[in-house]
Each structure stands twice: as structure tokens, then as C-alpha cells.
T-cell receptor, first 106, second 117 residues
């Protein structure tokens, strides 16, 4: 069955607002990956987290791996229309979450 | 480098027909994967391969077969297509990483949209 749960399933935000998606596992993970898929496109790798408590930043994106290595989050600051898409996490068994679809309201 | 390519881009089949989807990568990656993506279901792993001549089942392998005769190619076959196999199929490849615990960044192809009537 599904090893990672992602919430929320959908998120609508005004342009300029922040956005966060969460990925939760029932088991301890050795690593977690995040991907972005634009509408009509294919998934594109964003980042991989390996260490407990790890925090990585990519411009307006902040990724965190929990201390217990059972959860992770992706936070986008001041969203832009280019952030539209679905964000997926994938666990260390390459099982993907169902994704969070981000809609930006202009 | 073309990266990961998939052939064909679109296909319509009738129930019971067979077809093969081709995935090719020019990055010399050891690992290759086939996923299907359905609305609200995310990406589900069908089969994968950790090297030439090896394949393994993923989450949803029933109704599909695969072959990895050459390192750069990974074929996905549907012997008798069913409407439930209507989906978008993505191929991906990656190289192993000890630091990552086995699975590393995956590079995805553009996808094949398959409709089974």
C-alpha cells in the first residue's frame, strides 16, 4: 500500500502568498525526494534529503526532513504563477505520494 | 544529450490488442523505471530494472511485462490491453547512490498517453 501520505491534496493561494505541502511516512526513511510536475508535463526532480533534521533551500523553496526521518515538508515563499503544478514526494522505496496540486490565483 | 525519450507519444488501442512502449536513455544510467499516472493516484511504479538483463515488479505489475536487453532501453509490453490500462505512462532512469541509500534522482521522459477503448 501507499507508504507516504501527502497533504493537502489541493491548495489554492493568491499570488504572493506562501504555500506548504507535507509528506508523512509511517516508517523511518533513509531519504526522501521531491518532484514538481507542471500541467501536461513530466515530473522533474527538485531535491533529495538524507540527513535527520536536514533543511535545504532553493531560492524561494525550503525543504525539511524531520528529526525522526518520518516526515518532510516543502515550503514556497511568495508564490508566483510559475509555481503552478503538482508537487510529489517519493520515499526510499521510490513510492510516490499522491501529490499536492497548487493553483495560483492572480 | 536527449535524456530520456519515450515512443510513441500517443496511442489508442482496442481492448485485447497488444503493444510495446519504448523507453531510451543516453545517460548511461543503471536503473530504469516504468510508472503509470492516473488522476488523483499520483505515480505508481509498474516495473523497474537495476541493470541490463534484470527486471523486478513494482506496485502495479499485473497486465504488463518488461524487458531490459540493452542498458539504454527499457520496454513495457501490454499483451492484451484493457480499458483499465488507459493512463499516462512515464519512464524514468537514475544512477545508484550509496549516500542516497540506493535510489537517486530520477530523470523522467515526456510520457506516453495511452487510451484503451
Amino acid at each position: 500500500g501507499q507508504q507516504v501520505m501527502q497533504i493537502p491534496q489541493y491548495q489554492h493561494v493568491q499570488e504572493g502568498e506562501d504555500f506548504t505541502t507535507y509528506c508523512n511516512s509511517s516508517t523511518t526513511l533513509s531519504n526522501i525526494q521531491w518532484y514538481k510536475q507542471r500541467p501536461g508535463g513530466h515530473p522533474v526532480f527538485l531535491i533529495q534529503l538524507v540527513k535527520s533534521g536536514e533543511v535545504k533551500k532553493q531560492k524561494r523553496l525550503t525543504f525539511q526532513f524531520g528529526e525522526a526521518k518520518k516526515n518532510s515538508s516543502l515550503h514556497i515563499t511568495a508564490t508566483q504563477t510559475t509555481d503552478v503544478g503538482t508537487y510529489f514526494c517519493a520515499d526510499d522505496k521510490i513510492i510516490f505520494g499522491k501529490g499536492t496540486r497548487l493553483h495560483i490565483l492572480p | 544529450n536527449a535524456g530520456v525519450t519515450q515512443t510513441p507519444k500517443f496511442r489508442v488501442l482496442k481492448t485485447g490488442q497488444s503493444m510495446t512502449l519504448l523507453c531510451a536513455q543516453d545517460m548511461n544510467h543503471e536503473y530504469m523505471y516504468w510508472y503509470r499516472q492516473d488522476p488523483g493516484m499520483g505515480l505508481r511504479l509498474i516495473h523497474y530494472s537495476v541493470g541490463e538483463g534484470t527486471t523486478a515488479k513494482g506496485e502495479v505489475p499485473d497486465g504488463y511485462n518488461v524487458s531490459r536487453l540493452k542498458k539504454q532501453n527499457f520496454l513495457l509490453g501490454l499483451e492484451s490491453a484493457a480499458p483499465s490500462q488507459t493512463s499516462v505512462y512515464f519512464c524514468a532512469s537514475s544512477y545508484p547512490s550509496r549516500l542516497a541509500g540506493f535510489y537517486n534522482e530520477q530523470f523522467f521522459g515526456p510520457g506516453t498517453r495511452l487510451t484503451v477503448l
